[in-house]
């Protein structure tokens, strides 16, 4: 028997990386992806456009647009003289965002009467405009604490001391880069399995395997080895070029996430068998692997984090393998989580495994009726 | 028996074959109407439901090393707070040990001196907020509210004790065209713009490769079918599909998501086309050139639909990307697509947006027709 | 089917003149020096080798390549120029049938209506005319993909006939397609051709290009020869001869073809055929047929001027001989079924079919297209379940069996299934490996193939890339390596040249005289007579099982003295129509 498999293994090897076209298609673009989207991926919103509509005259409101208009995220910073040119602004994508302080803002400001700044947000842009709208309230927040009258320091005053673990600058590269390196594997992998199937089908060969002495279970198998090496060095590389090109700190046991990789890969080929079964022509294997990995990527809390996410959805995602790699991963980079973490991680993607690659090798058996 | 037509009347004959053919093929396949009409849905679900950066509750942990009626009341506050789901402990051991296991986002230590600090001029008081810096986005929140209640507790002892306060400046905040802020409203353009690549470029790359790969295309040549008719024939039903996919996504999305629709329906047609005909270009253009289904599919999905997702501005805020990534946005069309049609959804026909974006994708179109008309040819070669 | 008188100032339809066709990247050109012509009102034949470049003249005629050189004229039209003209006169059925697979046979019948122009009141009588001819009336709901190779060929070419075209190229039309669908296919070019149009016809059946009007003869990119091919058929007149045989016919067969004087020689069911050299002596007894038999001399054939003009079969009796182990013949049988049975939905496929296969035999799976040879055969090989019956092979029924028991079994699937990216070696090595082959047993089984197939100078190609005759020489080599007891071959030579045919069944008749049992599929009747016997299977039961000698007696009468194989065929599946329904079987 392992002779059988070692040729199976030999041959799914050998087709994916005979022709040198495909060995850099393999390689050359999920590392671009890994370049580019690092950039992409970032919630961090610099270079905010804001446009400013200042209709008082007091210091107290003088202050505070001069605080916004020197406010490092906000690059570009338009002085506007009436209403109209604010909306125009906002209408034409030209400011992200818009301050208007009213006239009564300095009477209010000394009478401690509840001043009020108004702000107006581009929809469109909800994310960044919401996350702009964090660093503006800080601002404002900072003013307030700083216009307490001087004359009586200390007593009765508490400062906040924010401290960032694990990232200390909040760096979304740092975010961003480990938690590719998993999604792009993911990819990889997919790509690689669910296409096979039905390229053999549509070849003629997979009658071939069937009536050679090569059990239901040894084609699966056979079809994962190789598909899971690729996707291990695939990721050593990504592991590499984060620590090296991206400079992410590397703080947790490499074997730790070595055999995290390997368990998640397990998981992820394993549906991507599935999916190959299933599906009787290539376009649907494309297709059908868009069809999971968009979801997978949603719900896996990259785009954003799974606390949010109501209740029911976040069972959801406990079907996810992307899920617990995207902690592990993020965990072993920088926050060096202790095996026990990951072993809590790790085997509900252990599951997935057993459980996808049992159904794939029945509907297996199943076709073959 | 050779018989003489009218050429013009022979040629829309012949077209209407090809398109009702392609027709058929898109029925009797499940994963085309999987993708048309099944996955829009699925991704207006889940991003209504999933995408959301307003976090609710947050777990945070509250390490107590001081004890004091001072600090009884600022866990009072922590407690009173709606966005805290609130661990209170004695051990910031144990806390520190939840925030490295991912079980609490944040961490707010009173430490020992806290109460004598306070109550001692010239003391300086300190709460330390540590926010796990591995989810940049919730460690902000963790600040921000921390920092809120920290500054509301202040105010309420203030007023309790008759001392000064900080004048509390409102911040009001109105979001335009998505005032409940909610995710779906503007993840609608986004998802036309995903499922439009999808069917634009990947299927029809997908299956122009695979008449290649049968041999159909060669018995088609064979035919007095007219290269120009084998072209259209193919990018008129996916165009079909296209609108149709769009169109169920819009009354899906307004009808069932009851997200917003401010603009027109003409400008919705026209944008639409334009970047389906820049992506039905693009679909053809691989396929000719690739003439592998495995190949295609792997090309449609770099250039058309990875783009689409990552660099079109619709998740990822695209002026905050380094300058290189921002100009390397300005090659794909879904860049365009996206701005233009999020104004339609939320803001209604802004025209300086929809001409500018327009007039881009026009181009595009027209580029890639020029160069889908240079490379086919109706040759084996 | 006698020919129509033709004169020959008929302007020609196709002028060729100097034709050549150069490829990037070979060293060979495709094609080189070409002369040739098609004329209104006759079938041109273009036989020769795989890899002669016959698709290639009939892409370059077809306007689907460009000439490198030479001159080109169809129906005045230069093709490099006014392709579209050419082709909205011109029918074109390529080799992979160009049906689209999602669509229903009267689906893609409209579309090719609708791509060529027919009008709408033509359009009703033409279909019903092709639907009637190809025997698809009651398939035209069905999904072009769910057809039968030979029903997807039937349906391509009448998408090819739809607007009676003035001239019309076929490339291999009747690959894959039952005796008694190319002889109507056959009558119905003809049909065509009296009404004056012109045919161009590739063929790998040389029984088709006896009957054209003319032949063309192409091998390695050069013209052999053309004229009618009578003419090429009188070079080897008194030359051919049969030998009366009883036992042992493979092994003289196998003795013939090693001496210098027989340049080709083939099984016909008891007797042998043979063609000798010009001026060549050969002796019944030298190669042990034993005293009595006598040479009779015989007709000749196209298909031995064919062998003669490319210089005869290769010599050399097959390696398989040496290399394998001879296996003890004892009373169980090989292979048998009983009470088979398949039914797809109310269609039975395969309906009671019994036979047994004693251990060292060829048998033959012989019938139309979509009368359930397939089926049965996928039932015997353990791909299809069966709905009743039993089917047990080496004494294991396959589907339910340890793995092991499909090691003695050998399977060579129709379309040659190879890696395509993998090189020969490589595809070896797999299904040497596959079948439980290490180490030094391993690289022993490939070596051997390597020197017995003499793929020495490919072992480095991807397999993909070499021509048919290569890639069906591979696919037996992957199929022999683990000395499988039984073999089962699914139309292994389809769409294969007469040589390569020729060296495939001297391979064949060693393995059996190894005691190997071998059952084979096959739509090529010269092939069937290599059978020791053969079952007949037409609308999913066995309607015939015997030798071909007696096939051939049973249908013997006053018209038909002497019937062919082919005639026998056709025979029975006419007598089986003739019965009512319900009596049969």
């Not at chain 1, 740092?174 to 998993?182: A, G, I, K, N």
Request: hydrophobic content about 45%.
């Amino acid at each position: 028997m392992w002779n059988r498999l070692k040729a199976l293994i030999l041959k799914e090897t050998l087709a994916t990386l005979r022709d040198p076209r495909n060995r850099v298609a393999l390689i050359a673009p999920p590392l671009l992806q890994l370049l580019v989207f690092s950039f992409t991926g970032t919630q961090d919103v610099k270079d905010i456009r804001l446009a400013i509509l200042n209709q008082d005259y007091g210091q107290p409101a003088a202050e505070l647009v001069q605080r916004l208009s020197a406010a490092p995220n906000f690059s570009q910073v338009y002085f506007v003289q009436s209403p109209q040119q604010l909306q125009e602004l906002i209408d034409g994508q030209r400011v992200l965002l818009n301050v208007r302080v009213p006239a009564d803002f300095s009477r209010r400001f000394y009478a401690n009467d509840s001043p009020v700044v108004q702000i107006v947000l581009d929809g469109r842009k909800s994310m960044a405009a919401q996350i702009a709208l964090g660093y503006l309230t800080s601002i404002v927040q900072q003013f307030s604490r700083d216009q307490l009258q001087p004359a009586d320091p200390g007593k009765g005053v508490m400062s906040v001391e924010p401290r960032n673990w694990f990232n200390p600058n909040l760096d979304y590269l740092w975010f961003t880069v480990p938690s590719l390196v998993v999604i792009i594997t993911l990819q990889v992998s997919m790509n690689v399995t669910t296409l096979s199937v039905p390229r053999e089908r549509e070849m003629g060969t997979f009658d071939q395997l069937l009536v050679s002495p090569l059990r239901p279970i040894e084609i699966m198998i056979g079809k994962m080895i190789p598909a899971f090496f690729l996707a291990l060095f695939d990721a050593t590389i990504f592991v590499l070029v984060a620590i090296f090109v991206f400079r992410i700190p590397f703080h947790g046991s490499l074997p730790l996430l070595y055999f995290s990789l390997v368990v998640f890969v397990s998981s992820v080929v394993g549906i991507g068998l599935l999916i190959s079964m299933l599906c009787s022509t290539q376009q649907q294997a494309l297709l059908g692997t868009m069809a999971i990995m968009m979801p997978a990527l949603i719900l896996s809390g990259y785009t954003s984090p799974i606390e949010n996410m109501p209740e029911w959805l976040q069972a959801v995602t406990c079907l996810n393998p992307l899920r617990y790699m995207m902690v592990i991963v993020k965990g072993i980079f920088l926050k060096a989580i202790p095996a026990e973490v990951v072993l809590a991680n790790l085997w509900p993607m252990a599951a997935i495994a057993v459980g996808t690659l049992s159904l794939a090798t029945w509907s297996f058996r199943r076709h073959l009726a | 028996m050779p018989m003489i037509m009218n050429r013009q009347a022979s040629g829309w004959l012949r077209l209407r074959a090809l398109i009702r053919k392609e027709a058929i093929q898109i029925i009797s396949d499940p994963s085309s109407i999987l993708i048309a009409f099944v996955l829009p849905v699925l991704l207006l679900f889940l991003y209504g439901y999933a995408v959301s950066l307003d976090s609710t509750k947050i777990k945070v942990g509250l390490a107590l090393e001081d004890r004091s009626t001072d600090v009884e009341s600022l866990i009072a506050a922590f407690r009173n707070s709606p966005y805290f789901i609130l661990s209170v402990s004695f051990s910031r051991r144990e806390l520190e040990r939840d925030l490295v296991a991912g079980r609490i986002r944040g961490l707010v230590v009173v430490p020992a001196d806290f109460s004598r600090q306070r109550n001692w001029q010239g003391g300086r008081p300190a709460l330390q907020v540590i926010a796990d810096g591995s989810e940049p986005t919730t460690a902000n929140f963790v600040q921000n509210y921390v920092q809120g209640v920290a500054e509301l507790w202040l105010q309420q002892r203030a007023m309790e004790t008759g001392r000064p306060a900080p004048v509390p400046v409102t911040v009001e905040p109105q979001m335009w065209f998505n005032p409940s802020r909610e995710s779906k409203n503007y993840i609608v353009p986004g998802s036309i713009a995903i499922i439009i690549t999808m069917i634009g470029t990947l299927l029809t790359a997908m299956v122009v490769a695979r008449e290649w790969e049968r041999g159909t295309m060669e018995a088609m040549m064979a035919t007095p079918v007219r290269i120009q008719e084998i072209i259209l024939g193919k990018l008129l039903p996916y165009f079909g599909l296209g609108l149709g996919s769009m169109l169920f996504c819009t009354l899906a999305a307004t009808f069932i998501f009851q997200a917003p629709f401010r603009g027109s329906f003409v400008s919705l047609f026209l944008f639409t086309s334009l970047f389906l005909f820049t992506c039905l270009g693009i679909g053809l253009l691989v396929s000719t050139l690739a003439k592998s289904q495995f190949v295609a599919g792997q090309f449609a999905l770099v250039l058309g639909f990875l783009p689409a997702v990552q660099l079109s501005g619709f998740i990822f805020e695209i002026s905050s990307m380094p300058p290189i990534i921002q100009g390397l946005t300005y090659l794909f069309p879904a860049r365009y697509f996206v701005q233009g049609l999020q104004s339609i959804f939320l803001a209604g026909d802004v025209m300086s947006i929809l001409t500018l974006n327009g007039a881009v994708l026009a181009g595009f179109s027209a580029l890639f027709f020029l160069l889908n008309a240079r490379v086919t040819r109706k040759r084996l070669e | 089917m006698s020919r129509q008188p033709c004169p020959n100032d008929v302007p020609p339809l196709v002028t060729v003149r100097g034709l050549a066709k150069r490829f990037p990247k070979t060293r060979r050109p495709a094609l080189d020096g070409i002369d040739a012509e098609v004329r209104a009102g006759r079938i041109t034949g273009l036989v020769g080798p795989d890899g002669a470049g016959k698709t290639t003249l009939i892409r370059v005629i077809a306007g689907l390549l460009t000439a490198s050189q030479g001159e080109v004229e169809v129906l005045g039209f230069d093709p490099a120029v006014a392709a579209e003209k050419i082709h909205d006169r011109c029918g074109y059925m390529p080799q992979r049938f160009g049906l689209y697979e999602e669509l229903s046979v009267i689906q893609n019948l409209s579309l090719y209506a609708d791509l060529r122009g027919v009008p709408g009141e033509e359009r009703a009588p033409t279909f019903e005319r092709l639907l009637r001819f190809t025997d698809l009336q009651r398939f035209t709901d069905r999904k072009a993909g769910a057809l039968s190779g030979g029903m997807k060929q039937k349906l391509g070419l009448a998408c090819a006939l739809l607007s009676r075209p003035a001239l019309l190229l076929l490339d291999e039309p009747s690959v894959g397609v039952d005796p008694i669908s190319r002889r109507e296919l056959w009558a119905m070019v003809k049909e065509l051709v009296g009404e004056g149009i012109g045919v161009l016809w590739s063929t790998a059946y040389l029984d088709e290009a006896e009957l054209c009007d003319e032949v063309i003869l192409l091998n390695e990119g050069r013209k052999l020869c053309s004229g009618p091919p009578e003419e090429l058929t009188k070079t080897v007149e008194s030359r051919t001869f049969t030998l009366a045989v009883h036992d042992g016919r493979r092994k003289i067969l196998a003795r013939a073809l090693q001496q210098d004087a027989v340049i080709d020689g083939v099984i016909q069911g008891e007797r042998i055929r043979l063609v000798l050299r010009e001026g060549d002596r050969f002796e019944p007894a030298s190669v042990g047929a034993g005293s009595g038999t006598e040479l009779r001399p015989v007709n000749p054939r196209f298909e031995d001027a064919f062998i003669d003009a490319l210089g005869g079969v290769p010599k050399g009796e097959s390696a398989v001989t040496q290399a394998m182990q001879p296996v003890f013949l004892d009373e169980k049988p090989a292979i048998e079924c009983e009470d088979l049975t398949k039914r797809f939905g109310d269609f039975v496929a395969a309906d009671r079919v019994t036979f047994s296969v004693p251990k060292g035999e060829i048998f033959g799976l012989l019938g139309p297209n979509g009368a359930g040879k397939s089926t049965t055969f996928k039932m015997l090989c353990g791909l299809l379940r069966p709905s009743g019956g039993q089917a047990r092979v080496a004494g294991y029924d396959l589907r339910r069996a340890a793995s092991q028991a499909r090691n003695r079994i050998g399977y060579m699937a129709q379309k040659f299934s190879l890696y395509g990216n993998l090189t020969v070696q490589q595809n070896l090595e797999f299904f040497a490996g596959i079948y439980g082959l290490a180490g030094k047993r391993r690289r022993e089984a490939v070596s051997r193939m390597v020197e017995i197939f003499g793929f020495k100078d490919q072992v480095n190609l991807a397999s993909g890339q070499l021509p048919l005759g290569f890639k069906q020489r591979l696919a037996m080599a992957c199929s022999l390596m683990h000395e499988p007891d039984v073999l089962f071959l699914d139309e292994p030579t389809s769409g294969v040249d007469p040589i390569a045919r020729r060296e495939f069944w001297t391979h064949i008749n060693a393995l059996v005289e190894k005691g190997r049992t071998v059952m084979v599929t096959t739509h090529f009747m010269d092939e069937a007579e290599y059978c020791d016997r053969v079952a007949l299977i037409y609308r999913g039961r066995v309607i015939a099982l015997a030798s071909p000698d007696e096939l051939k007696r049973s249908v013997r009468s006053s018209a038909c003295a002497d019937p062919t194989m082919e005639d026998a065929f056709i025979a029975l599946i006419r007598r089986s129509d003739q019965q009512p329904a319900g009596a049969a079987g």
